[in-house]
């Protein structure tokens, strides 16, 4: 059974970068995200890569300033996140599609996922 371990999550201004990472021991060739949740919300899909082509998916929220990839190598994932806004603010997940491909379900459907880490905490302040 492999782990998620996301690290990377802190405090920021507003307009400010951090980036995510997510250690995927015992992981390799599945399709995995990123997602979000923050107080009194559902969990929210913010972005998705695919294994194989490596398709990537994101939401329209953080379209155009977040940046999914990943170290197959070193079974690593990343999110690096710029122009951070306080709406950006919650616990970011790390997420993995676990056993036999199944493409089914949208990218960005926290259902499409099996395999979750325990998260780490953004906050951005205005």
């Known amino acids: 059974q492999g782990m998620l371990v996301e690290s990377g999550g802190g405090s920021v201004q507003a307009g400010g970068s951090l980036r995510l990472s997510c250690a995927a021991s015992?992981?390799?060739?599945?399709?995995m995200g990123w997602f979000r949740q923050a107080p009194g919300k559902e969990r929210e899909g913010v972005a998705a890569?695919?294994?194989?082509?490596?398709?990537?998916y994101y939401s329209d929220s953080v379209k155009g300033r977040f940046v999914i990839s990943q170290d197959g190598a070193k079974n690593m994932l990343f999110l690096q996140m710029n122009s951070l806004k306080p709406e950006d603010s919650a616990v970011y997940y790390c997420?993995?599609?676990?056993?036999?491909?199944?493409?089914?379900?949208?990218?960005?459907?926290?259902?499409?996922?099996?395999?979750w880490g325990q998260g780490t905490q953004v906050t951005v302040s205005s």
């Open positions: 997420a993995a599609k676990v056993g036999a491909l199944d493409r089914r379900l949208p990218a960005l459907y926290a259902q499409k996922y099996n395999s």
């Open positions: 015992g992981y390799s060739n599945y399709d």
């Open positions: 890569i695919y294994t194989g082509a490596g398709a990537r």
